[in-house]
Nanobody, 127 residues
Framework: QVHLAESGGDWAHSGESLRLSCEYSRAWGNCMAWFRRLPGMRSNEAAATASINSDGVTFYNDAVKGRFTISRDDAKNILYLQMNNLKPEDTGTYLC????????????????????WGKGHEVTISS
């Protein structure tokens, strides 16, 4: 079992920045990612926002490219999501997840096969 817990800023104006953190109990799999879930969605329906594989290669949803940066500190067991130039449409519940996914690359905002999920952290961006 792997436990993941998200934390970080939860509110910002449009154009500002926030950083999310995800502490995980132990390393698992070759892929870690951040997802954004809207009200009414189940976790496995959440849109993949950013992912990073065990080689440190990163992938981004087109909607956040150039604005968000995913990174990981394996010594501290923390996954980060730096979010810059935030927009109201970035609002949602952000979840971190880990799993074994070939390539760890999202397709059309989808990244299936994650094994363990955090409970989520709500982020609201005001215009």
């Amino acid at each position: 079992q792997v436990h993941l817990a998200e934390s970080g800023g939860d509110w910002a104006h449009s154009g500002e920045s926030l950083r999310l953190s995800c502490e995980y109990s132990r390393a698992w799999g070759n892929c870690m990612a951040w997802f954004r879930r809207l009200p009414g969605m189940r976790s496995n329906e959440a849109a993949a926002t950013a992912s990073i594989n065990s080689d440190g290669v990163t992938f981004y949803n087109d909607a956040v490219k150039g604005r968000f940066t995913i990174s990981r500190d394996d010594a501290k067991n923390i996954l980060y999501l730096q979010m810059n130039n935030l927009k109201p449409e970035d609002t949602g519940t952000y979840l971190c997840a880990t799993g074994n996914v070939a390539g760890c690359q999202m397709t059309g905002g989808r990244l299936n096969g994650m094994d363990y999920w955090g409970k989520g952290h709500e982020v609201t961006i005001s215009s």
